[in-house]
């Protein structure tokens, strides 16, 4: 797939997002949540990192509250443009946040930095998903260069609603493969 093609399909899945009305997303999100916190690698975590939803992405909140609840250390990505890198930075509530790059919500707090190598499962976003762990994500290659820091076999977990998932992904040799898929009508785990 070339590189406007790839634009194309983007466009097309977030467009399809956003056609979702907010009650909508707010009984999706409640099904994916439920079918999250029943993921054996999500109640052992100790340490996670959380992706901070903008835009019509699926609501992190319920689980960045029920971690933090459970007395796990819930971080989530502060973006570093200029290195097209993320920083994982611990959050003390669901709304210990401020505004970051691309208006993306991140930790209030820089200074509470943690450790690639002490993440025990990431939960992030996308913008299209397939059934073997294939990622689209929004452009930037942000989470390509982030997930290989993170200890091996360290369990990366992505959210999304249905509708974003595709036959295939257009993948490239850089590109980060996940565990499992978790929308509303399913689990999606990499055999
Ligand atoms: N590990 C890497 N090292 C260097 N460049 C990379 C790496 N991963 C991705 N890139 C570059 O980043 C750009 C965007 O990559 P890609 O299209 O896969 O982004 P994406 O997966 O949609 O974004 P994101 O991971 O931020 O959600 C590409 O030009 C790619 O070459
Ligand atoms: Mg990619």
Request: proline content about 6%.
């Given at each position: 797939m070339n590189p406007a093609e790839k634009k194309a399909l983007r466009r097309r899945l977030l467009d399809e997002r956003q056609t979702l009305s907010v009650e909508a997303r707010a009984a999706l999100d409640q099904k994916i949540l439920n079918r999250l916190l029943a993921l054996p690698e999500v109640q052992a975590a100790n340490t996670m990192l959380v992706y901070l939803d903008?835009?019509?992405?699926?609501?992190s909140r319920g689980l960045i509250e029920w971690g933090i609840a459970q007395g796990k250390t819930v971080c989530a990505p502060v973006t570093i443009v200029d290195e097209r890198r993320l920083i994982p930075v611990k959050l003390?509530?669901?709304?210990?946040v401020i505004l970051g790059a691309y208006d993306i919500r991140e930790p209030?707090?820089?200074?509470d930095t943690v450790d690639a190598?002490?993440?025990d499962l990431v939960v992030l976003p996308g913008v299209g998903f397939d059934r073997e762990g294939g990622r689209l994500g929004y452009g930037g290659g942000y989470y390509d260069r982030f997930?290989?820091?993170?200890?091996?076999?360290?369990p990366r977990i992505a959210v999304a609603y249905?509708?974003?998932?595709?036959?295939a992904v257009p993948l490239e040799p850089h590109d980060a493969r996940l565990d499992a898929v978790v929308t509303e009508a399913r689990v999606y785990r990499r055999m």
């Open positions: 903008f835009r019509a992405e699926v609501s003390r509530c669901a709304d210990d209030a707090n820089r200074s190598e002490e993440i997930l290989p820091k993170l200890k091996p076999g360290t249905e509708l974003q998932m595709l036959d």
